[in-house]
C-alpha cells in the first residue's frame, strides 16, 4: 500500500520496522527495499514515525511531518500492530462463523420450527423432537447405531491395543513393516471399503460364505448384517486407533519395565501394571473418538447393503440415515432436531471423558 | 559399566556384543511374528481381493470372487472410463480440482491464524482460543440443513463452491498447527523483528518454512478428507458435471442390462480411487501417521 508523504498518520497496516546499523538481516543481502512504507515515502533514512518502543526519541523528532500527530507515547503500541493479528485470524474467523457457527447455532434455532425450505417457517417448538421420539424408525436406527458403536469399539479398540503392544514390545525393525502395514486400511475410503465388503459378505456364493462353507444371507439377517458392518469399521479403523496406542506406548518411561523384569514380572503382569494404568488418557481418548465417529457413521452401513436408492434397509440403517432422509424430504427442522439429539451422546461421552480426566495431572500421553 | 568401557577399550572399535536376551529367541519370537502376520494379512486381503477382481469380467466376479482370474481382462476397466460419455474421467478430475483447493485454502488460512495464536499477543487470544477448541466436540452434521438452506438461496448447489467452502475453516488444522508453531523459539521471531521484518514477512519467511512438517501432515490428513467426503457431496452435488467420484461410484450400473451392479467395473473404480491414496501413503509414512498421532495429543 503506498502511503503519501503528507499524510502524517501513516497508520500503516504494516508496523513499520527499525532498520539497524548491521544490514541485512536474517536473509543477508537486500537491506532496505524489504521495508516497504520507507520505499514508497522515498525515506532514504528508513526510519519511521511509526515507532515501536524502541524507537530513540531524537529519530522520531528528526521526521517533523509524522511526529505531528503520530508521535506515540513511548508505551502505546501503534494501532496497526495492534490490528496485526486479528487481521491473520480474519480469514479463518470468517469463514468458520459464516459457514460453521452461524449455522450449528441456526440449526438450532430451526429444530424448533417447521420449515419446509419454502414459505414461512412456523413455531412449533419441541413437536419436531416430540415427533422424531415417537416415531418408531428413529429408535431402530438408534439401536443399530448402538450395535456398531459398542460391538465397533469392543473389537477395535482390543485389537489395536494388542496389535500395538505386540509391535512396540516385539521384534526390533519389525516397526519399520508391520506400523505401515496395519495402517494401510485407515487410508482407503469408505466407500471403497464398503463396496468390497459387500463381495466379500455377499450372500450366496460371497467370499465369507465360501471360506466358511455357510450360507448367511447377510444382507437380510438383522444380526449378522449388523456384523458384518462391524467386521467394515474395524478393519477400517483399527490401523488409527493402533498408531494412537503405538504413540501412548512410546510416552511410558521404558525404565519401568526393565525395572519390573528384574523383579520377575512376566510380560502380562508388566501389560497390566505398568501400561494399561499409564495409558489411562489414550484410552479414554480414544473412547471418545471412536463413540463421535460411530455416531456419525453414514457411509458404510448404507454402501454395503445398499438397495437401489443407495440406503441401507431398516434393519441396518444408521442415525444419520434420519437425517439425511428430513434433508432430503426438505424437512429442514426435523433434519436440524436429529443432528441436535445425535450431539446429546457426543457431549454426554465428552463430558464423561473431560471428567475422568480432571484431577488427573500425572499419567502419560 | 561405562567406567569399564572407557579404561578397558577404545571407543567405537570392534564389534557391539550381543545383547543376551537376543540369542535365545524363543517361541514367543514368533509367535509374536506369526499374530502380527496374521493381522497384516487381513489388512492387506480386502487390497487384494479389490485388485484381482479389477481384472475380472462383471460374470466372473460374481462366480469366482475371492479366487485369482481365470483370463485376466482389462474389460472393466476400458468400461470403467467410458462409462455414460467419460463421467468417470469427469468425476475424477473434480474430486481432484475440490480437493486440491479445498486443501490450499484449509492450510493457508489455518497457518495464517495459527501464526497469530502461537506468536502474537492481542486480546481475548486465549479465550478465543479455547472457545474455538470447544467447538471440535460439535459434529459438522448439525450444520448441514442451514448449510443446504443458504446456498440453495444463493443459488450455489451443485457448483463447487458448495462443496468447497464448508471445508476450509478446519479447528482441528489450526490446533494441530499452533502447536507445532508454539515450538518456534521466540527468539528466532525477536531477531528478524529487530531486523525490520513485519509480521507477514516473519510469516512467511521464518515460520511457514519452519513449519512445513506439520503444513504438509495437515495438508495430507485434509486432502485425504475430502478426497473421501461422502455425505454432503451427496446432497448439494448430484448434478453430473461437478459430482465427485465418491458418490459416482456406488452408483454405477451396467451399462447394457441396468439395475445390475457390475463388480468388474465398480473394483475397478475403486482401484482408481485407492491407488493415488496408497501411493501418497506410502510416500509420506512420517507425516501421515505423525499427523494421526499429532491430532491426539492434545490435553
Not at chain 2, 472393466?76 to 463421467?87: D, N, R, V
Not at chain 2, 458448495?162 to 476450509?168: A, D, E, F, R, S
Not at chain 2, 528466532?188 to 519467511?205: I, M, N
Request: overall charge positive; hydrophobic content about 55%; aromatic content about 12%.
Amino acid at each position: 500500500m503506498r502511503v503519501g508523504p503528507s499524510q502524517s498518520g501513516r497508520t500503516a497496516l504494516t508496523p513499520v520496522p527499525l532498520p539497524r546499523t548491521g544490514r541485512g538481516a536474517y536473509d543477508g543481502g537486500e537491506p532496505v527495499a524489504r521495508i516497504p512504507v520507507d520505499a514508497a515515502t522515498g525515506s532514504g533514512t528508513g526510519t519511521s514515525a511509526m515507532a515501536t518502543t524502541t524507537q530513540p526519541t531524537d529519530v522520531v523528532r528528526s521526521r517533523p511531518l509524522a511526529a505531528v500527530r503520530a508521535a506515540p507515547r513511548p508505551r502505546q503500541r501503534a494501532l496497526g500492530e495492534r490490528l496485526t493479528p486479528y487481521l491473520f485470524i480474519a480469514p479463518f474467523l470468517v469463514s468458520f462463523v459464516v459457514l460453521f457457527l452461524g449455522p450449528a447455532l441456526y440449526s438450532l434455532v430451526l429444530s424448533l420450527y417447521r420449515y419446509r425450505g419454502y414459505g414461512a417457517a412456523s413455531w412449533v417448538g419441541p413437536a419436531n423432537y416430540e415427533r422424531l421420539l415417537g416415531y418408531h424408525q428413529f429408535w431402530a436406527s438408534w439401536s443399530n447405531t448402538l450395535v456398531y458403536w459398542v460391538a465397533g469399539a469392543a473389537v477395535t479398540l482390543v485389537v489395536a491395543f494388542v496389535l500395538a503392544v505386540l509391535v512396540y514390545h516385539g521384534p526390533i525393525g519389525g516397526k519399520l513393516f508391520y506400523k505401515p502395514a496395519i495402517f494401510l486400511p485407515n487410508v482407503m475410503a469408505a466407500v471403497a471399503a464398503a463396496l468390497i465388503f459387500q463381495t466379500l459378505f455377499a450372500p450366496g456364493s460371497g467370499v465369507v460364505n465360501s471360506v466358511l462353507g455357510v450360507d448367511i444371507a447377510w444382507d437380510q439377517d438383522a444380526l449378522f448384517g449388523k456384523l458384518a458392518v462391524v467386521a467394515l469399521r474395524a478393519w477400517h479403523s483399527i490401523g488409527w486407533f493402533f498408531v494412537i496406542f503405538l504413540a501412548g506406548l512410546t510416552t511410558i518411561n521404558p525404565e519401568l519395565y526393565d525395572a519390573a523384569k528384574v523383579d520377575g514380572a512376566t510380560a502380562l503382569q508388566c501389560t497390566r501394571s505398568i501400561t494399561l494404568p499409564l495409558m489411562r488418557r489414550t484410552f479414554l481418548f480414544a473412547v471418545v473418538i471412536i463413540s463421535i465417529t460411530s455416531l456419525r457413521m453414514f457411509a458404510e452401513p448404507n454402501l454395503i447393503f445398499g438397495t437401489g436408492d443407495g440406503l441401507a434397509p431398516a434393519a441396518f440403517q444408521p442415525i444419520m440415515n434420519q437425517l439425511y432422509l428430513n434433508l432430503r424430504a426438505g424437512e429442514f427442522g426435523l433434519a436440524s432436531a436429529v443432528a441436535w439429539l445425535i450431539f446429546v451422546p457426543i457431549v454426554v461421552v465428552s463430558a464423561v471423558q473431560f471428567r475422568l480426566l480432571r484431577g488427573d495431572d500425572g499419567g502419560s500421553a | 559399566m561405562s567406567m569399564a568401557a572407557r579404561t578397558v577399550q577404545p571407543p567405537a572399535l570392534g564389534p557391539v556384543p550381543v545383547p543376551a536376551r537376543r540369542r535365545h529367541l524363543d517361541w514367543r519370537h514368533w509367535a509374536v511374528h506369526a499374530a502380527l502376520l496374521v493381522a497384516v494379512v487381513g489388512s492387506l486381503y480386502p487390497f487384494a481381493l479389490m485388485l484381482l477382481n479389477s481384472f475380472k469380467t462383471d460374470t466372473e466376479v460374481l462366480r469366482n470372487t475371492a479366487g485369482w482370474p481365470i483370463a485376466p481382462t482389462l474389460a472393466s476397466y476400458e468400461a470403467l472410463l467410458t462409462y455414460e460419455g467419460s463421467q468417470v474421467v469427469r468425476s475424477f478430475a473434480n474430486s481432484v480440482l475440490i480437493a486440491t483447493v479445498s486443501t490450499l485454502l484449509a492450510v493457508f488460512i489455518a497457518a495464517l491464524a495459527a501464526f497469530a495464536f502461537a506468536k502474537l499477543r492481542f486480546r481475548g487470544r486465549n479465550v478465543l482460543f479455547g472457545a474455538l477448541l470447544a467447538t471440535l466436540m460439535v459434529p459438522y452434521e448439525v450444520t448441514l440443513p442451514p448449510l443446504f438452506i443458504m446456498f440453495a438461496r444463493l443459488g450455489w448447489l451443485n457448483t463447487y463452491q458448495v462443496q468447497i467452502l464448508p471445508t476450509v475453516a478446519s479447528v482441528f488444522g489450526l490446533f494441530m498447527i499452533r502447536q507445532y508453531m508454539l515450538s518456534i523459539p521466540d527468539e528466532l521471531l525477536e531477531a528478524s523483528r529487530l531486523d525490520g521484518a513485519t509480521p507477514w514477512q516473519q510469516f512467511w519467511q521464518i515460520v511457514v518454512p519452519v513449519s512445513a512438517p506439520v503444513l504438509g501432515a495437515f495438508a495430507i490428513l485434509h486432502f485425504i478428507g475430502m478426497w473421501n467426503a461422502y455425505l454432503w457431496p451427496l446432497i448439494v452435488a448430484t448434478s453430473p458435471a461437478v459430482k465427485p467420484i465418491m458418490t459416482l461410484l456406488p452408483t454405477i450400473r451396467d451399462p447394457l442390462i441396468g439395475f445390475v451392479t457390475p463388480w468388474g467395473m465398480v473394483m475397478a473404480g475403486c482401484v482408481l480411487v485407492t491407488v493415488p491414496l496408497v501411493a501418497v501413503f506410502l510416500m509420506f509414512q512420517d507425516k501421515f501417521m505423525s499427523g494421526v498421532v499429532a491430532g491426539a495429543t492434545k490435553g
